[in-house]
C-alpha cells in the first residue's frame, strides 16, 4: 500500500482508505476482476437477446477510461461498475433490431431466444425501467440496497419504495387464474 498519486490505497491518520483503480493495467484488471461477474449477471437481464459479454467488455473499457472519476467516497467499485454496465446495457437495447423469422400470419417477429422465457421473466419486463433496475440489481445482481440506491443515483428509501412497488406489480401479474 502506498501513497502514490494513482495508487488504489491511501494511508490516513487513523486508517487505510481505498481512493479508486490503480492507473496501470494489470492493477485496473485485479481491481474490477471481483466485480465482472455481477456485471455479466446484470447485463443478461437488462439486456435480454443482446450479447453479455460484449456490454461488459464495453463498460470496463468505459471504466478505464473514466478510471479517474471513481469517487469511493460516493460508492462501492462494485456500484460504480455496475453503473456504468447499466448505461451499456440501455445502450444496447437501442441497438437491439429485430432478429428472427416473420410469422406470415400475424406480421410479427418470431425470436426463439425469447419465446421461450419463463412467466417471471416476461412480467419482470413488464415492470417500468427503473422498477426493472432495482429488480435486476437488487435480486438478480445481489446488490445490497446501498449499492443498489449507488447504482440508480437515488436514496436508500427511493430503492425501498421502488422494490416494494415492484413487488406489488409482480404479485398482481404473476396471479395465478383458474
Known sequence: MTDEPGSTYRATE????????????????????????????????????????????????????????????????????????????????????????LDEETGLVSRPDLDARRDVDHAVMSLSARQRLAVDCYYFADLSIADTAAVMGCSEGTVKSTLSDARSRLRTLLEVTE
Not at 490503480?22 to 446484470?42: C, I, K, N, Q, Y
Open 14 to 101: 487513523h486508517a487505510v482508505v481505498e481512493v479508486g483503480p490503480p492507473g496501470d493495467g494489470t492493477g485496473f484488471v485485479e481491481w474490477a476482476r471481483p466485480h465482472v461477474s455481477a456485471m455479466a449477471r446484470l447485463a443478461a437481464r437488462l439486456a435480454m437477446g443482446a450479447d453479455r459479454d460484449d456490454i461488459v467488455q464495453e463498460s470496463l473499457a468505459r471504466a478505464w477510461s473514466k478510471r479517474g472519476r471513481y469517487d469511493a467516497s460516493r460508492g462501492t467499485p462494485s456500484a460504480w461498475l455496475l453503473a456504468i454496465t447499466a448505461g451499456q446495457a440501455r445502450k444496447a437495447v437501442r441497438r437491439l433490431r429485430p432478429v428472427g423469422e
